[in-house]
């Protein structure tokens, strides 16, 4: 019964690792979509590593004063009351 595990484990250890092999990609290609990207990237990087939305665009920065003007509408709105009752209720 032992031997028939032991064989049983070996052959599901063979299977798996060849599940992850993979070729190493040639060094004069490029992928099509690398490629694309490039050719279509014409907007400035940001600034100190900023994130870039995966459209390419990047994303606006709020202010203080924006992030406050959102906060009271949704205090205005019930956004919060209803998180409140409903999510963070614990």
């Not at 900023?50 to 949704?74: D, I, S």
């Not at 205090?75 to 209720?89: F, I, P, R």
């Amino acid at each position: 019964m032992k031997s028939l595990m032991l064989i049983a484990a070996f052959a599901g250890a063979i299977v798996t690792t060849s599940a992850f092999a993979q070729t190493a990609p040639s060094q004069n290609s490029q992928p099509a979509a690398a490629t694309q990207v490039a050719m279509n990237n014409t907007t400035a990087t940001p600034a100190n590593g900023g994130w870039v939305a995966p459209y390419g665009q990047p994303v606006h920065e709020k202010t203080r004063a924006e992030v406050y003007h959102e906060l009271v509408q949704a205090e205005q709105d019930g956004q919060l009351a209803y998180l409140n009752s409903t999510l963070y209720a614990h």
